[in-house]
């Protein structure tokens, strides 16, 4: 009489992976701040997306006859700036500008620098040599003073401005990955695929990013809060968006300006709400470092 083994469901497969994830997701509740930093994110988010909604404003037209309103006055909670627009609408439309900005550009920052440093760690010799001095060359200068070169040469638009900070904000998560690769290139997983004639390019998609996966997920979150500062630093410096549009960093100028007409109130609602997103996001970043720390250690 023959008996057949029992086949593997794909259940007790899905188990381990479905285990780490509820294990990185307890891990990552364990850390308040963390949590914090998601609540402030989320109702940020909600403001400034789903705020205009309920609350419509023109944002187009300037209204005279309303300028410097103070805070409570004919139906403005937050007052009217210098050319008549609501200061609470103009909030909501400032940091639609600022989130789309930061997390694109810190999205294509960590992109660009991911395979950058993968490429320059696992092949080494000459080529690492050659794309870590560009690296090197290119942090030698001042970021804020690239990102005002670029941004006076070409018109400040939001997808430019997320083409000027991506292209420069890359090269730290570029030695980071590189770090990464160095040691992840003399595993012996990836010598085994290397002698059984893998490529180079399988072993950069297949095994050097994945395996970095942690690293980049961290620094991710940190590049999206430097990418809405570098905004708001050159709307600061007048070169963000030209009106209608707007974002915090030009709000804060504005109200900067008019705090020394007495127009105080017009400068804490942005420079409050460019520091809480800043936090949020570094308080996610550290909660995401506890959760890949612990899968490390469990490796």
Request: proline share 5%.
């Amino acid at each position: 009489m023959t008996t057949t083994a029992p086949r593997s469901s794909g259940h007790e497969e899905e188990a381990p992976v479905r285990g780490m994830w509820r294990q990185g997701l307890e891990v990552f509740c364990e850390n308040r701040l963390a949590l914090v930093g998601v609540g402030i994110f989320a109702l940020l988010a909600a403001f400034s997306f789903l705020g205009p909604v309920f609350y419509q404003t023109d944002q187009v037209h300037t209204d005279l006859t309303k300028v410097f309103l103070t805070p409570g006055t004919d139906g403005h909670p937050l007052g009217a700036d210098g050319v008549g627009y609501d200061q609470l609408g103009r909030l909501m439309l400032g940091g639609q500008t600022s989130i789309v900005v930061g997390l694109a550009a810190g999205l294509l920052a960590t992109v660009v620098g991911t395979v950058w440093g993968a490429i320059a760690g696992f092949a080494g010799s000459w080529v690492d040599a050659v794309m870590m001095r560009v690296v090197d060359a290119m942090m030698s200068i001042p970021a804020l003073f690239l990102f005002m070169l670029m941004a006076s040469i070409v018109t400040p638009t939001v997808p430019m401005l997320i083409v000027i900070i991506g292209a420069f904000a890359w090269l730290g998560p570029a030695r980071l990955v590189r770090g990464e690769a160095l040691t992840l290139r003399t595993r012996e997983y990836v010598i085994a695929m290397r002698g059984m004639g893998g490529t180079g390019g399988r072993a950069v998609r297949r095994h050097i990013i994945p395996n970095a996966i942690g690293t980049v997920i961290v620094n991710a979150t940190f590049q999206v809060a430097d990418a809405i500062l570098y905004v708001a630093y050159l709307s600061f410096l007048g070169l963000g968006v030209p009106p209608p549009a707007a974002n915090w960093g030009g709000m804060l100028s504005d109200g900067l300006s008019d705090t020394f007409s007495g127009h105080w109130w017009l400068l804490y609602p942005p420079g409050i709400a460019i520091i809480l997103i800043v936090l949020a996001f570094n308080f996610i970043g550290d909660g995401l470092r506890d959760v890949f720390e612990v899968r490390l250690r469990r490796r």
